[in-house]
């Protein structure tokens, strides 16, 4: 598997290092940063134990055609998650090409208990900088459903990102089945949405919204 590079994506990217004989050139990232980070066991755990369908209910504040959403305490999962917004800072620093100053504010936070049938529509969240998603359970026969799936994308239960309009030569989606503790973190009016399935087990996430402050 070829590694990722650690570089700076607002710098202009020279290759020229294995083709001898070419011209120097230059090709450029842009658009939104979308983080991915993995969680520990150990945190994985912590946050799983903050899921409860006895908490109270938040549909009527979220897009997801789902009957399970309810609330987390978002200073339970920042005190979890902090470390790996470290990590996002530099990530931040890399992609934008100056340092993330402010502080970071967890302002809201939610479990997604997904089950058959269920979708998140094309949505993007308001009133916030960045927002997250944490996979928290994958249910083994969703695992299986996915697989046997012949499509285009990532098949059922996967998580679409959209950025400005389909055009030839260029990248404006991307696509992920999800993994049990990875966590995204993006900005908060970057279009995502989730495939429904069909598969009679849950699929459980976990959702945050963040303020610069």
Same mark, same amino acid.
């Given at each position: ?46 946050? *799983? ?19 399970? /959403? ?19 800072? /530099? ?97 908060? *009016?970057? *279009? ?22």
């Amino acid at each position: 598997m070829k590694k990722e590079r650690n570089i700076s994506m607002t710098k202009p990217l020279v290759s020229t290092k294995n083709s001898p004989g070419l011209i120097p050139y230059h090709f450029f990232y842009w658009g939104p940063l979308l983080f991915r980070i993995k969680l520990s066991k150990e945190d994985l755990k912590k946050c *799983t134990k903050l899921c409860s369908k006895e908490s109270s209910v938040v549909n009527d504040t979220l897009a997801g055609v789902i009957k399970h /959403q309810h609330y987390i305490s978002p200073l339970d999962l920042y005190k979890i998650i902090e470390p790996y917004l470290k990590s996002f800072r /530099q990530a931040h620093q890399q992609w934008y090409g100056k340092p993330l100053l402010k502080t970071i504010i967890t302002e809201t936070a939610w479990v997604n208990f997904m089950k058959a049938g269920e979708f998140n529509p094309p949505h993007i969240h308001d009133n916030c900088d960045f927002s997250s998603v944490l996979f928290v359970k994958v249910p083994e026969k969703l695992k299986e459903e996915n697989k046997k799936f012949s499509g285009t994308g990532k098949g059922p239960g996967s998580i679409a990102f959209t950025y400005g309009e389909a055009q030839p030569y260029s990248i404006c989606s991307k696509n992920f089945f999800p993994v049990v503790g990875d966590l995204f973190i993006f900005p908060a *009016t970057l *279009t995502h949405f989730v495939s429904p399935f069909m598969c009679k087990e849950e699929r459980v996430s976990i959702s945050a919204n963040f303020r610069l402050d």
